[in-house]
């Protein structure tokens, strides 16, 4: 079987210059896992998404993914039993799939005394954040099934469009007309600004985290909830804010920051008919340079992104690429959008919420789950954050230095402090909008 290589999977293959175009996420239990069960699981998710067990296949025309026999799966999972369960849960997350090759998906159970961990890099061309956490719902679902019955096959496969259509059938034709001749924010948003990395010594693939407990987390609701202001809010102003202070900014530079957008929001529901990638990017540009108050500097954020995100924000110029993609081939597009677009240096995801409630592996308590997004390149920098159980975890990927990973750490740490010394222990204090 042949699959389409839709328009943001071959983007995402052309953004292996800035990244390695992996998905990472880990899962941390409070006992063991059914290993067996596991693998049968994951072969059978293999099976509803056969994209998983595929190889990207280049072409003059339009690439396409190629189904691969069944008959290696269980080379896509691993079992490791160790005493230093967060070094090999480190050393699993940074490695990377092979397109061409596939499959698209590695997976691998860490084992420590008495719990397990799992672990799971998946090829970005598959799917978006929002996309992976439907394939953990997925996984978690089948093996549950799978422990109360052996034979369990589901009923319905999660198929359907994975292309970027499923977005334009929700427009008026009128709407799509006019999105068409719009082509801001699609190909150059970049302030031209950098995080201070050394790239002095050997570089190595790392992944930061740091945790904001659900006690803070609570505190930021209660701060986003009597100002009218999202988390995202309060955390963009917070990463603008941290990333003023370890910057030098030349007179008359602002940072510029794009933002994460998810395009399920236009489809009813919010569901997409399949695991894909709808992600696209909105810009958040506050004006002037960050020298406002925390709270001055969260309410501009605010206004800023509520008129990006109204309308038709994220899909400015997606109509037109769509149709490049489509139109040209394959050979053509690819150095032409090599040429054309520039991939900026600063950004930030918010993948969101991992539910708890789906994230359900029989009877075997989660402890703990967290999810970020590709490793990038120097210069390019990235912040992620995923929540789970109401407790925030940052990340921050890196190919770098032993330096630079000390300095991403400290950024965390620094990130952090904006949040405490102001949204946490200073935010309830007044209406903020007046």
Known sequence: MRYPAEMFDQMQFFFQ????????????FAGRL????????VSLSMDLVPILRSRYV?????PFW????AGHDDDVVACVDTDCIKEEIDRFLTGKTDEFRGPQLMVRIVGGPDRDALCIVMNHMVCDGAGFKEYLYLLSSLYTNLRRDPDYRPSDAPGGSRSINQVYRQLRLRDRLKLLFTRKDVTRHDSGLAFPLSGIGDKSPFIATHKLLRSRFQVLKEYGKK????????VLAAYLRALSR??????GKRIIMPCAIDLRRFITGGKAEAICNLTSTIICDIGAEIGYSFDDTVIRVKQDMDVKKG???GL???????????????????????????NPVLFITNIGVIDKSRLAFDNLPVLDAFVTGSIKYPPYFQLALTSFDEAITFSINLYGTASDREQTENFLRILDDELQNNAIDNGVRGDVSK
Request: proline fraction near 5%; charge should be negative; hydrophobic fraction near 40%.
């Open 34 to 41: 059914d290993r067996e069960c596991l693998k049968k699981a």
């Open 58 to 62: 280049e072409s003059a025309w339009h």
């Open 311 to 313: 309308g038709f924000g």
């Open 227 to 234: 100002y009218g202001v999202t988390i995202n809010d309060i």
């Open 246 to 251: 370890v910057m030098e900014i030349p007179p």
């Open 316 to 342: 400015n110029g997606l109509v037109f690429l769509d149709i490049l993609f489509k139109l040209v081939p394959y050979t053509k597009v690819k150095p032409l959008f090599k040429e054309k677009f520039i």
């Open 17 to 28: 210059e800035y990244n390695d175009h992996q998905l990472h996420g880990a899962i941390y």
């Open 66 to 69: 190629e189904s691969m026999r």
